[in-house]
């Protein structure tokens, strides 16, 4: 196509050349040419026999004369062998030039990396980063699709009962976004032109939530203290004494039927209860940081159930948006809910951010260090709390 369009083009040239009194300076405008080109072409023709007055214009008089250097190696078949080499899997795509012309030599086809690098380049090809994405099982994809297909005829109505929720790690000392500075080349080592990194500086979590019209509570959390860690024990063994006796009837109930709907008498001993994490003992882990206690007494019980409640009185079908992080996934979180009447929207493990407070992070936090990043809890909470209250 492109060099019947070249022909046709040089065809024209001639032709108006020949039997119009157009210049060349007009028929170079006509034709999207320089005047010299139009000249050229028209010179061309009268050399390879053309004659106004006795030939009719035909391809021998405008057609592009063979080139003089070696045959291109841009050919179709070699162009699709190296683009299969390099979209055959992940190690394809990774190869230089150079490794990509050692393994066409192979097939027998002599070619360079240069070759290769102007071959991909004319398809669209550039070297960048790999796109980072969670990684999935199979059951999270199932999980996932299955999601998908149950909220996919939501409308704007539907997510506007939902209040979405979420939190971020803030880390102190440190500026959120690039920057530039002026400075002189002698410049480059003063203070004020320094960029300071420092090793082990604290973080914290804060969390926010917020539904189509409203903004909730935010929350800025403390390490815990050793008071609060005995107390929290405290509290954990009472609340395992009050939930063992109906897990344990659950249990029984369950380990019977089952072994009555067993074919054969099952040999062994017969089970017996054991109050453990299996069998729903609660427990804290030691990692430290928000697990299912800290969240449900900090953020659940005296912030985020509140602020739900709230919006159900204008909004009956309010629903609070989680994701499967232990310290929400955690089983007594749901009994918590129960209690309180409020229904959960739980995303899907590994999903991408769909949550719709996600963005306020970025934006929080370029707030929170256009002026120098906090250099103590107290000022970085104090930021924290401004910015979530000018968040728009």
């Known amino acids: 196509m492109a060099k ?15 039997y119009t009194p157009k210049s060349s300076a007009e028929i170079a405008a006509l034709t999207d040419l ?61 190869k230089t030039c150079a490794d990509l012309a ?26 960048t980063k790999p796109t980072r994405k969670p990684g999935l099982t199979k059951k999270m994809r199932a999980e996932r699709l299955a999601w998908c297909l149950a909220h996919e005829h939501w409308t704007k109505e539907d997510w506007k009962n939902v ?22 080349k002698d410049e480059r080592f003063l203070r004020s032109c320094i960029c ?14 917020f539904s189509y019209d409203k903004k909730g509570p935010c929350h800025c959390s403390l390490p815990e203290t050793g008071k609060e860690k005995r107390d929290a024990e405290k509290e954990v063994e009472r609340l395992n004494k009050e939930i063992e006796p109906t897990l344990r009837t659950s249990w029984e109930i369950e380990t ?3 072994r009555l709907n067993m074919r054969q008498n099952l040999g062994g001993r017969k089970p017996t209860w054991k109050f453990t994490a299996k069998t729903g003992k609660l427990g804290r882990g030691k990692k430290g940081g928000i697990d299912w206690y800290r969240y449900q007494h900090l953020i659940l019980l005296p912030k985020l159930l509140p602020f739900a409640q709230e919006c159900a009185i204008q909004r009956p079908a309010t629903l609070v948006q989680e994701d499967k992080a232990p310290a929400h996934n955690h089983y007594i979180q749901q009994r918590v809910f129960d209690a309180a009447k409020v229904q959960r929207l739980l995303w899907c493990p590994n999903s991408p951010d769909l949550n719709a407070i996600e963005p306020a992070w970025p934006w929080m936090k370029r707030r929170t260090t256009r002026k120098g990043a906090p250099k103590t809890r107290q000022e970085a909470f104090a930021a924290w709390q401004v910015a979530w209250q000018d968040l728009p």
């Open 34 to 94: 320089s005047v010299p080109s139009v000249n050229r072409i028209y010179g061309e023709a009268i050399k390879r026999g053309f004659d106004p007055h006795r030939t009719m214009i035909d391809n021998q008089y405008v057609e592009d004369k063979p080139g003089s250097g070696r045959p291109t190696k841009h050919d179709p078949t070699t162009v699709e062998i190296v683009l299969s080499k390099v979209r055959l899997d992940r190690y394809g795509r990774e």
């Open 163 to 184: 209040i979405f929720s979420d939190e971020t790690s803030v880390i102190l000392l440190h500026r959120r976004g690039g920057y530039r500075i002026w400075r002189t």
């Open 4 to 18: 019947q369009s070249t022909i046709a083009r040089r065809a024209t040239v001639v032709a108006l050349k020949a």
């Open 102 to 127: 050692g393994d066409l030599s192979k097939l027998g086809i002599n070619i360079s990396g240069t070759t290769i690098h102007r071959i991909l380049e004319n398809a669209g090809f550039r070297k």
């Open 196 to 209: 300071e990194r420092w090793k082990g500086a604290s973080e914290f979590m804060f969390w926010g939530c």
């Open 256 to 258: 019977g039927l089952r």
